[in-house]
């Protein structure tokens, strides 16, 4: 089990998004907007802001969570890409419970059956 934080452009979100929902394996994508994120281009470059946002996803398998790395980097990155487009970051996830009914581990990380 994984999860995928990805701090993306604020004006690139809604496209990302999209694409991650016709992923088979992701079942919810958290949106948190950020007020802004700074940062470096080369050592000699002021510090610039760029509005961002972060999006978290949880996966069960391997093969899921590298289709949603590379598909954030691909939506996600501005024409042939630029300094503060953002970054990608996987964890492991030691323990997944599902609140409404105490499911665990993977299963734990789909919608439960009505």
């Excluded at 470059?45 to 949603?68: C, F, I, N, R």
């Amino acid at each position: 089990m994984y999860e995928i934080k990805a701090y993306v452009r604020e004006v690139m979100a809604e496209h990302v998004v999209d694409a991650l929902a016709r992923v088979k394996g992701v079942t919810s994508i958290a949106v948190v907007p950020l007020s802004e994120f700074g940062h470096l281009v080369g050592d000699e470059s002021p510090l610039e802001k760029v509005k961002m946002v972060k999006l978290e996803v949880d996966v069960a398998t391997d093969d899921v969570a590298g289709e949603v790395v590379e598909l954030i980097v691909r939506t996600g990155r501005t024409q042939d890409g630029h300094p503060g487009d953002g970054k990608v970051l996987v964890s492991r996830l030691v323990r997944a419970v599902r609140i409404e009914d105490s499911e665990t581990g993977e299963s734990a990380l789909e919608p439960a059956s009505s």
